[in-house]
Nanobody, 124 residues
Framework: QVQLVESGGGLVQAGASLRLSCTAS????????MGWFRQAPGKEREFVTA????????YYADSVKGRFTISRDNAKNTVYLQMNGLKPEDTAVYYC?????????????????WGQGTQVIVSS
């Protein structure tokens, strides 16, 4: 099994930057495509970004393209989410997730391991 722990959330002003981290344990981390999802209060969970096992392939929701960057360091069993130019609409709990598939996907149903989430609040 895979255990995931997110960190790096906080309260910031619009235009600021944050870097989220997700550290994994168990199994072989490099065999897991990783994704970031977010959920605002009263809203459905939505896809943010995902990265392939090797890091060669990345995908982003249109709302974060050009502002967010996903990366991974398999030697450290860690995936990162660099968030620049934060907007109030980015406010949400951010979750990292791991897939057991050999390919990367935007579909939340493909991710079987989830972290506890980290809160990001962006004030106007």
């Amino acid at each position: 099994q895979v255990q995931l722990v997110e960190s790096g959330g906080g309260l910031v002003q619009a235009g600021a930057s944050l870097r989220l981290s997700c550290t994994a344990s168990g199994r072989t981390f490099s065999n897991n495509p990783m994704g970031w999802f977010r959920q605002a209060p009263g809203k459905e969970r939505e896809f943010v970004t995902a990265i392939s096992r090797s890091g060669d392939g990345t995908y982003y929701a249109d709302s974060v393209k050009g502002r967010f960057t996903i990366s991974r360091d398999n030697a450290k069993n860690t995936v990162y989410l660099q968030m620049n130019g934060l907007k109030p609409e980015d406010t949400a709990v951010y979750y990292c997730a791991a897939s057991q598939k050999p390919y990367v996907t935007r579909s939340g149903n493909e991710y079987v391991y989830w972290g506890q989430g980290t809160q990001v609040i962006v004030s106007s």
